[in-house]
């Protein structure tokens, strides 16, 4: 039996660590080859070049596309020039690996302009985490557009998987399949809390702050909302460690490094890092007091860890929450009271919404059905559901 070559897109650190468990299940399977493209910051030394890592996990890196912004640059210009000059390199990925099938995660620019190219070339996408809504940045617009662009939709939780039927998609199409994170966080084997401190040559205080704050590249505000979070750590007593992890690559990151790195100058309780990889985030978000700001990982993984999350602004607005969530708006009170109230919180009963850890068995099934009658034109050839 022919094998079906599905090439994997990974753009940066954090859908790396959704994708590995699937991309592990595709190269275990024997009816299914891999291909691993790797883009965007994952080529950049400013973000930690964590092309090294997906080398280091095993996994051969059959094409890497450049899609990145120059150094220090974060205008919306120069994103908008990142895609387009991706768009070339996607294309001659694809015509070199000549894949099967594109799997996908998420919602950002890099991955659009992927899928975009993938479609203009007769390769049929397969999408994990469509369906979701996320208010405070243009991912949201990105995300259902990978949607309308794919053939195979693996959502991770159910509300999202009837939001894409709605946005037509068809029912057999759509496979409730859960969040690869999870299986990511069942898997793994966590470093103690001795261990983090000689990996990251520090020594944590009695808590621990885990701390992520991306752009909002819909709102002019989020900046603000980050100097109010600072002032707020500021305040904190010596018995807080904080550590944050750099933000992305979006218009606007580079400024917010510099906020982050002004502040941790200024305060022996702080540090940076550009990127801890998928094991010591986890390990430290396992051992956290509370994760803190706006990324994803703060409403996806660290219910699972039944862990405490200040979700803070509308980045992630309208994303399904757990127990273990406080959403807060940016105000100086505003992060305090929900910071104060996110510690309090005993989060030993939290039950995440995104599933079980068995996420990418779910997709490999799907996969290897597909691999046995495989039809390019059939895959292709989407009607538009009417709810």
């Given at each position: 039996?022919?094998?079906?070559?599905?090439?994997?897109?990974?753009?940066?650190?954090?859908?790396?660590?959704?994708?590995?468990?699937?991309?592990?299940?595709?190269?275990?399977?024997?009816?299914?080859?891999?291909?691993?493209?790797?883009?965007?910051?994952?080529l950049s030394k400013q973000h930690g070049y964590s092309l090294d890592k997906i080398e280091a996990d095993g996994f051969a890196v059959a094409h890497k596309v450049e899609a990145l912004?120059?150094?220090?640059?974060?205008?919306?210009?120069?994103?908008?020039?990142?895609?387009?000059?991706?768009?070339?390199?996607?294309?001659?990925?694809?015509?070199?690996?000549?894949?099967?099938?594109?799997?996908?995660?998420?919602?950002?620019?890099?991955?659009?302009?992927?899928?975009?190219?993938?479609?203009?070339?007769?390769?049929?996408?397969?999408?994990?985490?469509?369906?979701?809504?996320?208010?405070?940045?243009?991912?949201?617009?990105?995300?259902?557009?990978?949607?309308?662009?794919?053939?195979?939709?693996?959502?991770?939780?159910?509300?999202?998987?009837?939001?894409?039927?709605?946005?037509?998609?068809?029912?057999?199409?759509?496979?409730?399949?859960?969040?690869?994170?999870?299986?990511?966080?069942?898997?793994?084997?966590?470093?103690?809390?001795?261990?983090?401190?000689?990996?990251?040559?520090?020594?944590?205080?009695?808590?621990?702050?885990?701390?992520?704050?991306?752009?909002?590249?819909?709102?002019?505000?989020?900046?603000?909302?980050?100097?109010?979070?600072?002032?707020?750590?500021?305040?904190?007593?010596?018995?807080?460690?904080?550590?944050?992890?750099?933000?992305?690559?979006?218009?606007?990151?580079?400024?917010?490094?510099?906020?982050?790195?002004?502040?941790?100058?200024?305060?022996?309780?702080?540090?940076?890092?550009?990127?801890?990889?998928?094991?010591?985030?986890?390990?430290?978000?396992?051992?956290?007091?509370?994760?803190?700001?706006?990324?994803?990982?703060?409403?996806?993984?660290?219910?699972a860890l039944k862990v405490a999350t200040l979700n803070i602004g509308d980045r992630q607005a309208d994303r399904l929450s757990a127990s273990s969530v406080v959403n807060t708006a940016g105000g100086i009170d505003a992060i305090r009271q929900g910071l104060a109230r996110a510690l309090s919180l005993d989060c030993?009963?939290?039950?995440?919404?995104?599933?079980?850890?068995?996420?990418?068995?779910?997709?490999?099934?799907?996969?290897?059905?597909?691999?046995?009658?495989?039809?390019?034109?059939?895959?292709?050839?989407?009607?538009?559901?009417?709810?």
């Amino acid at each position: 039996m022919k094998k079906l070559k599905v090439a994997v897109l990974t753009t940066n650190r954090a859908d790396y660590g959704l994708l590995y468990y699937p991309m592990k299940a595709i190269e275990a399977h024997p009816a299914l080859e891999l291909r691993v493209i790797a883009a965007g910051a994952h080529l950049s030394k400013q973000h930690g070049y964590s092309l090294d890592k997906i080398e280091a996990d095993g996994f051969a890196v059959a094409h890497k596309v450049e899609a990145l912004q120059p150094e220090g640059d974060d205008s919306a210009h120069a994103a908008a020039q990142a895609a387009a000059r991706a768009s070339l390199g996607y294309a001659d990925a694809y015509r070199a690996l000549k894949p099967d099938l594109l799997m996908v995660l998420g919602d950002r620019f890099e991955v659009l302009a992927a899928c975009q190219t993938a479609l203009i070339m007769s390769l049929p996408i397969a999408h994990i985490a469509g369906g979701d809504l996320t208010l405070g940045a243009f991912d949201d617009s990105f995300r259902h557009a990978i949607t309308k662009l794919s053939h195979l939709h693996f959502p991770t939780n159910e509300r999202a998987a009837k939001l894409l039927v709605q946005m037509g998609e068809e029912p057999d199409r759509v496979h409730l399949v859960g969040s690869p994170g999870i299986d990511y966080i069942k898997s793994m084997r966590y470093l103690s809390r001795t261990q983090l401190e000689e990996s990251l040559s520090i020594r944590f205080r009695k808590k621990i702050l885990l701390t992520t704050f991306h752009p909002e590249t819909l709102s002019g505000e989020w900046l603000t909302s980050l100097g109010n979070l600072l002032q707020v750590f500021s305040e904190l007593d010596d018995e807080h460690s904080i550590v944050f992890t750099a933000p992305n690559n979006d218009p606007g990151g580079a400024e917010a490094r510099k906020l982050m790195e002004a502040f941790v100058s200024s305060h022996s309780n702080a540090h940076l890092f550009e990127n801890l990889g998928s094991t010591r985030y986890l390990s430290l978000m396992s051992h956290s007091n509370c994760v803190v700001g706006n990324s994803s990982s703060g409403l996806y993984e660290a219910p699972a860890l039944k862990v405490a999350t200040l979700n803070i602004g509308d980045r992630q607005a309208d994303r399904l929450s757990a127990s273990s969530v406080v959403n807060t708006a940016g105000g100086i009170d505003a992060i305090r009271q929900g910071l104060a109230r996110a510690l309090s919180l005993d989060c030993s009963e939290t039950v995440s919404p995104y599933g079980d850890g068995n996420a990418s068995q779910r997709i490999i099934d799907v996969l290897a059905n597909i691999a046995e009658e495989y039809d390019v034109g059939k895959l292709l050839r989407k009607r538009f559901h009417h709810v």
